[in-house]
């Protein structure tokens, strides 16, 4: 193709060569920079149900055995009461080799996140954000005011075939109902041989 | 920004008597739990284009616009029929909302039209209707064991001597925004085992 012949032509080659640029821009860069871009299936009307991704960790062996690193992702709005209990889904690890050893290995890496409060009692209303964890502030609905959590974290419960379901867990530093936004990332090693499921 | 009293229907946790009618009543013809969204999760795309597919043998059927219209209007009928409870009618009326919500929610999720809030907390859903699952399936037999979890988990909670001590729900719960007609009367009754309704 002579490009000079046609002038769209030549703006068309132009326009491509320029989203490819932006492709392979977006594609390469995207992977160092943003660990957790996500695309769901959800509609924008609601955050997302919680996910399953494969993590850049690894431990490897020298004898070959590599641990394979996992994240599981949700987050809830905890409110209506000052003790929760909610199930974020099942996770089963199979055995790595067909059932020769049992079912179910997992280390636990990492867990973080993030709990977002309202302060409304004081003069000036204003959020906090604490990391996940037990004495994460949250809001005592009756009051306005910020009080510390007496428990948060993730608990695995463990049915012996290699199935987990997991559970988001807070309790509240009073007697009174306690609300916050809360997000956790839970990352956890199994063998690279296993591929975990999230039901 | 004022403290406002809790409507139910944007509560996480649910009373008991909207987890029974919307699973039990006669007068709703489109049977569901009520759960949050996190037990069903759905498929994600990580960045490095991997895909992390969730199960799809264990995943509860979510209703369609149809159905959820259908709930709404049963629960609006039980809402404005005078001879129903007092209950009955607070109960309804939160699972109208909901209903309304989340078909409000599929319907523009379906037209790719985006939804914006002001506020990070509209973002989070409370409850969430889902069809309920047929006796005998495995989808019957995950709630079953996701309820009796649960509540064995609340009640550890409880007698771990937290300050809070014991689980509370809220009792604001009950009531409106401002002044519903419809509001619940007693106490919040906390959700049971589905095995047990």
């Known amino acids: ?199 | 920004m004022p403290i406002e009293a809790k409507f139910a229907a944007d509560a996480t946790v649910k009373d008991k008597r909207v987890q029974e009618m919307a699973y039990t009543d006669v007068r709703i013809n489109v049977k569901t739990i009520t759960e949050t969204v996190a037990i069903q999760p759905k498929t994600a795309y990580s960045t490095a284009g991997e895909v992390v597919k969730v199960s799809e043998e264990l995943k509860f059927k979510e209703p369609s616009i149809n159905e959820l219209e259908s709930i709404k209007e049963d629960a609006k009928t039980i809402k404005e029929d005078g001879a129903s409870s007092v209950d009955d009618k607070g109960a309804a009326e939160i699972i109208e909302i909901v209903a309304e919500k989340q078909k409000e929610i599929a319907d523009k999720g379906e037209k790719k039209i985006s939804i914006r809030y002001a506020r990070s907390r509209e973002m989070f859903s409370s409850i969430k209707l889902l069809i309920a699952p047929q006796p005998g399936s495995d989808q019957y037999s995950k709630i079953l064991k996701y309820s009796q979890k649960k509540i064995e988990f609340q009640t550890y909670l409880s007698s771990r001597g937290f300050a809070g001590g014991s689980l509370v729900n809220s009792q604001n719960l009950l009531k409106g925004k401002s002044a519903s007609a419809y509001s619940m009367a007693g106490p919040v009754q906390p959700e049971v085992k589905y095995a047990d309704l």
């Open chain 1, 1 to 199: 193709m002579r490009i000079n012949e046609d002038p769209r032509q030549y703006n068309n080659w132009i326009d491509a060569v320029v989203r490819i640029f932006r492709f392979l821009n977006s594609a390469f860069f995207s992977i160092d920079l943003l660990a957790d871009k996500i695309s769901t299936e959800s509609s924008s009307g609601s955050i997302p149900a919680p996910f399953l991704q494969k993590t850049a960790t690894q431990i490897n062996y020298p004898d070959g055995t590599v641990l394979q690193g996992w994240k599981l992702t949700g987050g809830m709005l905890l409110t209506g009461a000052n003790i929760y209990s909610e199930v974020q889904g099942t996770i089963r690890i199979d055995s790595p080799d067909k059932g020769v050893t049992p079912a179910g290995f997992y280390i636990a890496y990492d867990l973080r996140g993030s709990v977002k409060a309202v302060e409304t009692a004081a003069p000036n209303e204003f959020d906090v954000i604490n990391s996940f964890g037990s004495g994460a502030d949250m809001q005592d609905t009756t009051t306005g005011a910020l009080v510390k959590s007496d428990y948060m974290g993730v608990s695995l419960d463990d049915d012996d075939n290699g199935e987990y379901i997991i559970s988001l867990k807070a309790a509240g530093g009073n007697a009174n109902p306690c609300e916050a936004e809360v997000f956790y990332q839970f990352e956890f090693l199994c063998y690279s041989e296993v591929t975990p499921q999230l039901s």
